[in-house]
């Protein structure tokens, strides 16, 4: 865990490097081709963009191309509790050490750069020494100028659900801009998947790509349906059971059928796909901690469970999950700056018993418990502050049945999980 911390405070600290999220090819491009153009090297790159989701369809393809004995490498934003978790080559994650070869050799281009254009190129220097099936990279944020566009000719780009999520980084902060920065500038002669959208999306997804000369998979052509308790993926030609004790959301299990979907086009069977869900879980994504040191320190009757919902779109979903639950809820509530956090929170009213603001710990970027509380009382939620996680547990827990969630950024989520 230390050598993580090192790593990410090096890239920091470092006068070549910029943490300022700053869209822009031209830099990355030229470091590419003085680097040979290792990019060229990956074949059957499966480019995963949109505001809310990637990690999750990622991953469900990731273990389904695996159980179909085909191998994977994957690049994913952000790391919860190990920068190691950033670079998937086959069967292994990056060591500290070959992350750090790959810097040194960045080093030298003397090119200044972004943190996630540096990690970007750590990915794809080690990925173009692999021989492997499938190339699976997560964008980071919207999709024209993000630095994981740089592949020519992609298999596949699968876009997930698009909201209002990072409509800080456009001059005009709208949703139509987003909409036209991931969409718009997407790849000819491709597979392009399109996820589960609202109807006005949709409808705007279908007009950008009007003259795209790829071949579009629309949501329409596979549905999800419940029966009695249990959801089925479905299409034209099959059904699939989820079953899954694992996935707690409609959100989620709507990335899952779109996995699903491209997964049966890289020819993987319906059995292998079966055989796979129950197996699937995804860290900081609707987990309940089942064991580990924060477990040990409850109570019996409490139960916790983390989310790095961020986004309004995310805290619905949530939130229509939460209604489900019939014991008491309480929540732990953290925040990076750059959010909307009194349009987030507003989802949250009469849901929580009782909310604890919390600053992220190791987070410049965090909101202070302070102004996060006073944005709950605002919205009527009973609120106060904590200090840290563990004093934010002292304020909730007791002998009390109840559901403990701890929500509001993926950052926080990594702390916790190294806490456990």
Not at 28 to 52: Q, R
Not at 70 to 97: C, K, W
Not at 132 to 154: M, Q
Not at 386 to 408: H, P, Q, T, Y
């Amino acid at each position: 865990m230390s050598q993580s911390i090192n790593l990410y405070n090096q890239l920091a600290k470092h006068k070549l490097f910029n943490k300022t999220i700053n869209f822009d090819l031209k830099r990355i491009t030229l470091a590419l081709k003085l680097l040979g153009s290792p990019e060229k090297k990956l074949n059957n790159v499966i480019s995963i963009l949109g505001e809310s989701g990637k990690y999750t369809t990622l991953f469900s393809l990731k273990s389904f191309i695996e159980a179909n004995n085909q191998t994977v490498s994957a690049y994913i934003s952000p790391s919860l509790q190990d920068i190691r978790e950033r670079f998937y080559m086959r069967n292994r994650y990056l060591a500290h050490e070959e992350i750090k070869d790959a810097i040194k050799q960045i080093e030298k281009l003397k090119i200044p750069l972004t943190i996630f254009e540096v990690l970007t190129l750590i990915y794809i220097l080690n990925a173009s020494k692999l021989n492997v099936d499938y190339h699976l990279t997560e964008c980071g944020a919207l999709w024209e100028k993000d630095s994981v566009n740089v592949f020519d000719f992609p298999l596949a780009q699968v876009v997930t659900n698009i909201n209002l999520q990072h409509k800080n980084f456009l001059k005009k902060k709208t949703l139509d801009g987003i909409i036209h920065q991931d969409v718009g500038f997407l790849s000819n002669f491709t597979k392009i998947y399109i996820g589960k959208q609202t109807p006005y999306v949709l409808k705007k997804i279908k007009k950008h790509l009007k003259k795209n000369k790829s071949k579009v998979i629309y949501p329409s052509e596979w549905s999800l349906v419940k029966k009695n308790k249990t959801y089925y993926y479905q299409d034209q030609n099959l059904k699939i059971r989820i079953n899954t004790k694992n996935l707690h959301s409609k959100g989620l299990l709507e990335n899952l059928g779109h996995a699903i979907k491209i997964a049966l086009d890289l020819k993987i069977s319906k059995k292998i796909i079966e055989k796979t869900i129950p197996k699937l879980i995804f860290v900081g994504r609707f987990q309940y901690l089942k064991k580990g040191k924060i477990k040990n320190k409850l109570h019996k009757n409490e139960k916790v469970m983390i989310d790095g919902a961020h986004a309004t779109a995310d805290a619905k979903n949530l939130a229509n999950y939460l209604k489900t639950i019939k014991l008491p809820k309480y929540g732990i509530w953290a925040m990076t700056k750059n959010k909307e956090p009194d349009l987030f929170i507003k989802e949250f009213r009469n849901i929580f018993h009782k909310l604890v603001t919390m600053p992220i710990e190791n987070e410049n970027s965090s909101v202070s418990a302070n102004e996060l509380n006073k944005i709950a009382i605002k919205n009527k939620i009973n609120s106060e502050v904590s200090n840290n996680f563990i004093d934010a547990l002292k304020k909730i827990s007791n002998k009390e049945k109840k559901l403990i969630v701890c929500f509001g950024s993926l950052y926080n989520c990594g702390n916790i999980l190294n806490k456990n």
